[in-house]
């Protein structure tokens, strides 16, 4: 099993940017597939960056390519997400996700592990 806890949430100004961390618990974090995904008010949540054990495979929603950046660091347990050019619909709840089958997913239902999310605000 793995404890998720994200850090890193905030009000920004449009054009801002903020960076998003993921610790994780457990001594196998290495095999686990990380990915962030964000929930909206009114909607359902939405995949927007994974990244394989390696860091070999990343993909991102197309709403955030050439904007967020996903990366991890497995000797020290997280992963993060830098968001550059925010916008203010990329207002959200972020959440991070583990899933531990080592296959590179961007459904939300295929994860098994979540965090319990962070606030992110982009203001006009």
């Known amino acids: 099993q793995v404890q998720l806890v994200e850090s890193g949430g905030g009000l920004v100004q449009a054009g801002g940017s903020l960076r998003l961390s993921c610790s994780a618990s457990?001594?196998?974090?290495?095999?686990?597939?990380m990915g962030w995904f964000r929930q909206a008010p009114g909607k359902e949540r939405e995949f927007v960056a994974v990244i394989s054990w390696s860091g070999g495979r990343i993909y991102y929603a197309d709403s955030v390519k050439g904007r967020f950046t996903i990366s991890r660091d497995n000797a020290k347990n997280t992963v993060n997400l830098q968001m550059n050019s925010l916008k203010p619909e990329d207002t959200a709840v972020y959440y991070c996700?583990?899933?531990?089958?080592?296959?590179?997913?961007?459904?939300?239902?295929?994860?098994?592990?979540w965090g319990q999310g962070t606030q992110v605000t982009v203001s006009s």
């Open positions: 996700a583990a899933d531990d089958t080592m296959v590179v997913r961007t459904t939300s239902s295929e994860y098994d592990y």
């Open positions: 457990g001594r196998t974090f290495s095999r686990y597939v």
